[in-house]
C-alpha cells in the first residue's frame, strides 16, 4: 500500500496538471464536437447491441470536457481505474505496480498527441472508447482469473518479493513509470499556434473580444491565418479595426498537422456567421454535420443562422436538438446581441458563388470588391481593400465614412490616405490639415529612410522597429503571405 499511493498522486498530479493547464482548450473543444444526446435513444437497441452501448456511454463521459475541470477528473479517474484494474486482475505486487501506469500513460497520450485530427476523425469519442475497451478487457481477465482459481487451486502465483529483489523490482518499476511520464509530455500535441487558436476561438464565441486580442498580442511565435482572422474580427467587433489592425502580428505559419483546410474546419463557420455570410456559414456546418456528426459544434450555427434569417420552425428543430445535449441547452442565449451586430451587414443578395473552401480569400475579396451598403459595410470594404493592396475604391468609401468618424479619422486610413496622394500626386483631400503632423513626420522619414536604404525586402527587417506597426510597412514589405 505504502508503494500504489505515491504513484497514483503522481500520476493523478500530472494528469490534471497537463489537462487543466495547456490542453485546457482542446478539452472543451472535444466536448463542443462530442454528439451525445440524452433523450431520443432506445435502450432496448442499446443494450441489444452491447458495443453500441459502450460507444454511447463513451461519448456521454467524453461530452463532459465541455466543462474541462469535469472531463478532466472523470478522464483521469478512469485511467486510475485502469491502473488498479490491472494490478487485481494480474495479482501484481506492490513493488512492480508502477508497470502498471504504462498503459494509462498510453492511453493518455492517446488522446493529447491528436490536436487537429479531432476535427477529422470519424472514430466516435476516441477519448473514451480506447480506454474503456481496456478496462472492461482487464476486468474479464480477471474475472476469469479469480474463476479459474477456484476450481484449480494450484493455479496460482506471486509478484511479491523481499529484500534486495524488492529493491531491484522497484526501482525498475520507478524508471518505467518516469519513462512512460516523459514520453507522453514529449507526444502529447502543445502546439501554441493551435492552442492559442482554440482559445481565441472560444473567447470569441463567449463575446469576449478584447480577449481575443489579447492572446494574438501575447503569442510568441508567427500565427496562423486562422489567428490573424480571428484578430481581424475582434478588432472590427470592438471598432478598433482601423487603428490597431496593422499593429498586431502578421504571418501564415504552417499548421502542424497534414492538410489545407483547417481554418475552415475549425473556425469557417464562425466568421461567415460574424460577417453576416449565413449562405456559407449555413452551408459549411451542415457539409461538415453530415461528414462528421452531429455534434453540437455545428448544430448552434445553423441553429444561429436559421433564427438570423427569420427561419424560426427550422431554428426550433435545432433547438431541440441541442436541448437534448448535457451542455448545450443554452448555447446560444448570446444570439439577440450578435444578431443586432450582424444584421447590418446584411445588405447583400447571399448566394453560395462558390468559395472553394478558401475562406479568407473570399471574405477580403467579397468586401474589398463590394460597393455600397451600410456603413459597417463600407468600412470592412474600405479596410479588407487595405489588406488586399486594392486601392482602387479607398477614396469613395474614405470620403463616405468621413463624416462618421467624427473628428477622428483612424489611424491606418490617415496613413493611406497620405501614402496614396504622395503617390498619386493629389487627393480629393482640400488639403492635408486633417492629418496628423505626427503621422505625417513619421511617413516623411519613412520616405527619407528608403531613399537611403532603398525600399527592397532586404531592408524589410531595419525598417520594422520603427515602422512595423504601419500600414505603410505593410503595404511595400509584406508580401507572399497565403491566405487559409
Known amino acids: 500500500m505504502k508503494f500504489r499511493l505515491p504513484f497514483t498522486l503522481v500520476f493523478v498530479a500530472f494528469a490534471l496538471c497537463l489537462l487543466l493547464g495547456p490542453l485546457h482548450p482542446y478539452l472543451r473543444e472535444t466536448g463542443a464536437l462530442t454528439p451525445f444526446y440524452v433523450t431520443g435513444v432506445s435502450w432496448g437497441e442499446l443494450l441489444g447491441h452491447p ?15 465541455a466543462l474541462p475541470w469535469l472531463g478532466a477528473m472523470l478522464f483521469t479517474a478512469l485511467l486510475v481505474a485502469v491502473a488498479y484494474a490491472q494490478k ?11 508497470l502498471c501506469w504504462v498503459v494509462p500513460f498510453l492511453l493518455f497520450v492517446h488522446f493529447t498527441q491528436m490536436g487537429y485530427l479531432i476535427y477529422t476523425t470519424k472514430a ?44 531491484v523490482r522497484l526501482a525498475v518499476s520507478v524508471v518505467l513509470f518516469v519513462g512512460s511520464a516523459i514520453a507522453t509530455y514529449t507526444y502529447t500535441f502543445r502546439d501554441p499556434n493551435f492552442l492559442n487558436t482554440l482559445r481565441m476561438k472560444h ?5 469576449a473580444w478584447d480577449q481575443v486580442l489579447q492572446i494574438a498580442r501575447d503569442g510568441n511565435q508567427e500565427p496562423t491565418r486562422a489567428q490573424v482572422c480571428l484578430t481581424r474580427l475582434a478588432l472590427f467587433k470592438t471598432g478598433r479595426m482601423g487603428d490597431e489592425l496593422f499593429t498586431y502580428p502578421e504571418g501564415a505559419a504552417a499548421y502542424e498537422a497534414p492538410q489545407n483546410q ?28 453530415v461528414e462528421y456528426g452531429e455534434r453540437p459544434a455545428y448544430l448552434r450555427y445553423l441553429h444561429s443562422v436559421a433564427r438570423l434569417n427569420g427561419e424560426e420552425a427550422l431554428a426550433q428543430r ?31 443578395t447571399d448566394q453560395l458563388d462558390g468559395d472553394n473552401g478558401l475562406v479568407e480569400f473570399y471574405l477580403l475579396n467579397s468586401f474589398a470588391l463590394s460597393e455600397g451598403g451600410s456603413r459597417e459595410m463600407v468600412e470592412l ?20 465614412l468621413l463624416s462618421t468618424w467624427q473628428g477622428h479619422i483612424p489611424t491606418h486610413y490617415q496613413e493611406a490616405a497620405l501614402m496614396l496622394t504622395q503617390l498619386q500626386g493629389g487627393s480629393p ?12 513626420q513619421r511617413f516623411q522619414r519613412l520616405v527619407e529612410a528608403s531613399a537611403r536604404m532603398g525600399d527592397n525586402a532586404a531592408n524589410a527587417a531595419a525598417l520594422r522597429p520603427e515602422f512595423g506597426n504601419t500600414y505603410w510597412y505593410y503595404y511595400f514589405f509584406v508580401e507572399g503571405l497565403k491566405t487559409n
Open 51 to 65: 458495443y453500441r452501448l459502450l460507444l454511447y456511454v463513451a461519448s456521454g463521459l467524453q461530452s463532459c470536457f
Open 429 to 440: 483631400l482640400r488639403d492635408l490639415s486633417m492629418i496628423d503632423p505626427a503621422i505625417q
Open 318 to 348: 435545432y433547438q431541440r436538438s441541442l436541448a437534448r445535449t448535457l451542455f448545450y441547452k443554452d448555447v446560444c442565449e448570446r444570439e439577440e446581441q450578435e444578431a443586432a451586430a450582424i444584421k447590418p451587414l446584411l445588405n447583400y
Open 88 to 98: 487485481w486482475a494480474l495479482r501484481v505486487s506492490d513493488a512492480w505496480f508502477g
Open 124 to 167: 466516435v469519442a476516441p477519448a473514451y472508447v480506447p480506454v474503456l475497451e481496456v478496462l472492461l478487457g482487464v476486468l474479464l481477465l480477471g474475472c476469469l482469473r479469480v474463476g479459474a482459481s477456484r476450481w484449480w487451486k494450484g493455479w496460482k502465483s506471486s509478484t511479491d518479493a523481499t529484500g534486495s529483489k524488492r529493491i
Open 203 to 207: 473567447a470569441a464565441e463567449d463575446g
Open 381 to 400: 470594404s474600405l479596410m479588407d481593400g487595405l489588406i488586399t493592396k486594392n486601392l482602387t475604391g479607398f477614396w469613395p468609401r474614405f470620403m463616405a
Open 262 to 289: 483547417w481554418l475552415r474546419l475549425m473556425i469557417g463557420p464562425l466568421l461567415y456567421y460574424h460577417y453576416g455570410k449565413t449562405g456559407f456559414a449555413y452551408r459549411w456546418a451542415m457539409e461538415d454535420l
